[in-house]
């Protein structure tokens, strides 16, 4: 199950602001969608509330951030690069982890078609340097060309590491 990113981070009113902005949301829309999503909330809380929380509020009620996430259908990765934006060390906002054609060319040719740590050019895989969960772009800079046992050696003190090992 993943973590919920409220369990390990404070999430500001003004981040909450941006999920709703980046969705085209009011805090009517917000408001009528409690009722679909009323499992995730410990109390319904009114547009004017969720109004005065996004301007006011430094750490949001978990529940409240739960609720946009999931209604806005807001990732854990999107969280990171919100944060990330308000700080001003990310520019752009990556909605997916789709790496465009371009880009793999690219991360291709940069490693020659090896693996940037054995060079191998067998079983090759592209790996985020910066996580895309800790929004880590799709960029020719924080991607880097490995082999499946060096990828999967990068991910041994995590539980993809056995999904990345079976693909070799």
């Not at 829309?29 to 109004?51: F, G, H, I, S, W």
């Not at 949001?60 to 806005?72: A, E, G, H, I, N």
């Not at 991607?143 to 999904?163: F, G, P, R, T």
Request: proline share 1%.
């Amino acid at each position: 199950m993943t973590k919920r990113y409220c369990d390990e981070h404070e999430v500001s009113g003004t981040e909450l602001m941006a999920m709703r902005m980046m969705r085209k949301k009011y805090y009517a829309d917000m408001a009528r969608m409690q009722r679909r999503y009323k499992k995730l909330l410990v109390c319904t809380y009114p547009a004017k509330e969720m109004e005065w929380i996004e301007k006011n509020v430094d750490e949001c009620p978990k529940d409240l951030v739960d609720f946009y996430m999931t209604s806005l259908g807001i990732t854990n990765s999107h969280m990171a690069q919100f944060k990330k934006i308000l700080k001003g060390e990310l520019k752009t906002f990556s909605e997916g982890r789709t790496i465009t054609q371009s880009v793999k060319k690219e991360v291709r040719e940069k490693y020659h078609n090896k693996c940037a740590c054995c060079g191998s050019s067998e079983n090759l895989q592209l790996h985020h340097k910066e996580y895309f969960s800790n929004g880590g772009q799709n960029t020719v800079d924080n991607l880097i060309l490995l082999c499946v046992s060096c990828h999967a050696e990068q991910h041994k003190d995590e539980h993809v590491y056995n999904l990345i090992k079976s693909k070799g």
